[in-house]
């Protein structure tokens, strides 16, 4: 009886299913900024929706497809990326940097939720930032006083993942997602999260302990370019 139950637990994944992942790595950024405008483009209810496709290979609706294709064709064809790009940076200069209230998870608060799933509560725009990307708060205290709980941060995304060793980045990796100061491995594949807070203990031990990460694992690499400091009243 077992043998014949398990191939029901089989999940096929369609082509077209596939196919719109691929195309969603090539476009995103390009052609839309994040799941969140990918999921009002095409109907979905919540950003998270398109999570599940990408993340967890959920099947995505062939109707859904279609519109999908319809909608960025231009982009799919590349008939007009340069475009697309003199408009975003026109609209970043006049409007300024999205901003995500994204917080800590339950499991802790260097551990944040995904911004792909955040709609954007306001925009940064101040000069020195025009470059940067996007802005998220800061959560928890391992980087003080460099970074404080609650300012808020402008990152530039670093494509290549050429890290200037002693500069302070946004990194994700793995499950979490977290600010650390990047110093340089005992070998070139690797880097050291350093925390900035030295004096927080637990016993003998540092609560915020440098560890390191392959280079490798390292999904999105984020320059901290500038600082917004909550005032105190």
């Known amino acids: 009886m077992d043998d014949v139950s398990k191939p029901n637990k089989i999940k096929t994944i369609r082509p077209e299913t596939l196919e719109f992942i691929i195309l969603y790595t090539q476009l995103k950024g390009k052609a839309f900024a994040g799941n969140a405008q990918l999921a009002e483009a095409l109907g979905f209810n ?5 999570t599940e496709i990408v ?9 859904k497809f279609r519109i999908f ?4 064709k231009d982009f799919i064809n590349n008939k007009k990326p340069t475009i697309n790009q003199e408009k975003i940076t026109v609209n970043k200069a006049e409007e300024g940097i999205p901003m995500y209230e994204i917080i800590a998870t339950a499991s802790g608060v260097e ?3 995904d911004i792909n799933d955040s ?7 101040f000069p020195g930032i025009e470059d940067c990307d996007f802005a998220l708060p800061v959560w928890g205290h391992s ?3 460099y970074l404080e709980n609650g300012c808020w941060v402008a990152l530039k995304i670093i494509h290549d993942k050429k890290i200037l060793p002693g500069e302070v980045y946004y990194i994700e990796w793995g499950d979490y997602r977290m600010y650390k100061r990047l110093l340089a491995g005992d070998s070139p594949d690797e880097v050291i999260a350093h925390s900035d807070n030295t004096t927080e203990m ?11 990460i392959n280079i490798a694992d390292i999904k999105k690499l984020c ?3 500038d600082i917004h400091k909550k005032h105190n009243h």
């Open 119 to 125: 709609q954007p509560v306001g925009r940064m725009n």
């Open 202 to 212: 637990i016993g003998n031990r540092l609560k915020y302990a440098p560890f390191p």
């Open 223 to 225: 320059l901290v370019k």
């Open 55 to 63: 993340k967890s290979r959920q099947n995505i609706d062939p109707e």
């Open 69 to 72: 294709k319809e909608k960025y």
């Open 143 to 145: 980087m003080y006083p």
């Open 46 to 50: 919540s950003p998270s929706s398109i």
């Open 111 to 113: 551990v944040y939720n």
